[in-house]
């Protein structure tokens, strides 16, 4: 209940502040309307928006989700949260945070794609919404242990894309392949090794956040 009343603590102080919510809006909106310039006419295959899709979600999490601990510290309340409750406490609710502001995004990045571009056609929705389910989880969770790490530091903003490439990239690449399975239409048997191994980065990003977190947050 605690990790509960964490988030909605943190949903509030958004919906009062809305930096990550403008944040995420302006850079979703304006990445897809420079990809719409940048397209013009031109006929792009379906596989290619599919990627691009992914492209949108990837940079719109790094700008939106790197203050889950950031505004804490410059609230100066971390030490309040040292207090209050444990650490697996305050982890859970900036990852409940996290997990809701990232399904919203998503949601909301692939409606506009569905209107925005014709040659985006999902042929198979239960190899994409497995994905994108399982997907949205990945991200939320490395973006919460990584805007820990980065809340210690002093370069706050540029330690987060150094950091959240190298963790985010192998997760991209297997929803890249699920979306070209779903566009194509395949089966939901012939993706159930990609589907297997993002369930495993599922797992074990979460069990190292769980592990690691505890000594980000006392150090």
């Known amino acids: 209940m605690k990790a509960f009343a964490l988030f909605k603590k943190d ?9 990550a ?29 599919g990627g691009l899709l992914w492209v949108v979600i990837f940079f719109s999490a790094m700008s939106g989700l790197s203050r889950a601990f950031v505004s804490e510290e410059d609230k100066g309340t ?9 650490p697996s406490t305050i982890f859970n609710g900036k990852l409940i945070f996290n997990v809701v502001l990232v ?12 209107f925005l571009f014709k040659s985006f056609v999902i042929q198979n929705f239960s190899i994409f919404l497995l994905a994108g389910l399982f997907g949205s989880f990945g991200i939320a969770v ?8 980065i809340s210690k530091a002093s370069a706050k903003g540029t330690l987060y894309p150094v950091l959240a490439f190298p963790i985010l990239l192998p997760l991209i690449l297997v929803l890249l392949e699920l979306t070209k399975y779903a566009i194509d239409g395949k089966p939901l048997d012939s993706a159930l090794v990609e589907l297997a191994v993002l369930v495993c980065y599922d797992v074990i990003m979460l069990t190292a956040s769980y592990l690691l977190f505890d000594f980000i947050w006392k150090d």
């Open 11 to 19: 949903w509030q102080s958004e919906l009062r502040t809305r930096y």
């Open 21 to 49: 919510i403008n944040a995420l809006a302006m850079f979703i909106l304006v990445t897809i309307s420079v990809i719409l310039f940048s397209i013009g006419q031109e006929n792009i295959s379906d596989h290619l928006t």
């Open 78 to 86: 971390t030490l309040t949260l040292h207090l209050i409750a444990a």
């Open 103 to 114: 399904y919203i995004m998503n949601i909301a990045i692939t409606i506009l794609f569905a």
């Open 142 to 149: 490395s973006s919460t242990i990584i805007a820990a790490i």
